[in-house]
């Protein structure tokens, strides 16, 4: 088994590149999808982040609102924090079930596995993986992908982007970058020649 940590920036195309090493065959841990389900109501991330921020950034159905607590977090480094200690830890625990569980089946020996964390470096996580991949994409680019995606305004935009690692620092760090600047079909080529790269290893 071989574990390869992919990440990138907000609007990179993380999830685009992920779907394209599923489809080869590779096993997927999105971080972004365990951190959706930790912090679902009648979870105790949940309680404790009710807790820290309120009752305002509830739904009507009591479940958080992630564009009101984003609001919060993207502007005020402090709150970020915050919200990162509440969250991380659950995440990393659940991480290490899912690894735990492909590495104890034997069917699972030669498998690629792909860990999708956004915050890789940010939390030191990329110290444990044996490959790491970057996608990249242009910083206008990024800002466009951004603002159309989640119907956001460019001053939105820039503080969700200025709120991460930038993504030329990633870039730098990485043993692979799949530039997804250009067409769908130039990230799914560079996709397959890293996944092939990476079946040799595993």
Same mark, same amino acid.
């Given at each position: 088994?071989?574990?390869?940590?992919?990440?990138?920036?907000?609007?990179?195309?993380?999830?685009?590149?992920?779907?394209?090493?599923?489809?080869?065959?590779?096993?997927?841990?999105?971080?972004?999808?365990?951190?959706?389900?930790?912090?679902?109501?009648?979870?105790?991330?949940?309680?404790?982040?009710?807790?820290?921020?309120?009752?305002?950034?509830?739904?009507?159905?009591?479940? =958080?609102?992630?564009? #009101? &607590?984003?609001? @919060?977090?993207?502007?005020?480094?402090? +709150?970020?924090?915050?919200? %990162?200690?509440?969250?991380?830890?659950?995440?990393?625990?659940?991480?290490?079930?899912?690894?735990?569980a492909i590495g104890n089946d034997a069917g699972q020996k030669d498998a690629v596995v792909i860990l999708?964390?956004?915050?890789?470096?940010?939390?030191?996580?990329?110290?444990?993986?044996?490959?790491? =991949?970057?996608?990249? #994409? &242009?910083?206008? @680019?990024?800002?466009?992908?951004?603002? +159309?995606?989640?119907?956001? %305004?460019?001053?939105?935009a820039r503080a969700r982007i200025n709120s991460q690692m930038p993504v030329e620092q990633k870039r730098?760090?990485?043993?692979?970058?799949?530039?997804?600047?250009?067409?769908?079909?130039?990230?799914?080529?560079?996709?397959?020649?890293?996944?092939?790269?990476?079946?040799?290893?595993?």
């Amino acid at each position: 088994m071989i574990i390869a940590g992919l990440t990138g920036s907000v609007a990179t195309g993380k999830s685009l590149a992920t779907g394209f090493f599923s489809r080869l065959g590779a096993m997927i841990i999105d971080a972004d999808i365990i951190a959706h389900d930790v912090v679902k109501q009648g979870h105790p991330a949940w309680q404790d982040i009710v807790d820290t921020f309120g009752r305002a950034i509830l739904q009507p159905d009591g479940e =958080i609102d992630r564009k #009101a &607590l984003g609001r @919060i977090i993207f502007n005020d480094p402090a +709150r970020k924090q915050q919200l %990162n200690r509440i969250v991380h830890p659950r995440v990393f625990a659940e991480i290490s079930e899912q690894l735990s569980a492909i590495g104890n089946d034997a069917g699972q020996k030669d498998a690629v596995v792909i860990l999708d964390v956004p915050l890789l470096f940010e939390t030191n996580m990329n110290r444990d993986m044996t490959d790491i =991949i970057v996608v990249y #994409a &242009l910083p206008d @680019i990024q800002l466009e992908r951004l603002m +159309r995606r989640d119907s956001i %305004n460019e001053a939105d935009a820039r503080a969700r982007i200025n709120s991460q690692m930038p993504v030329e620092q990633k870039r730098q760090m990485a043993d692979f970058v799949i530039d997804n600047s250009g067409t769908i079909e130039q990230t799914e080529t560079q996709v397959e020649e890293i996944y092939n790269i990476l079946k040799d290893k595993a």
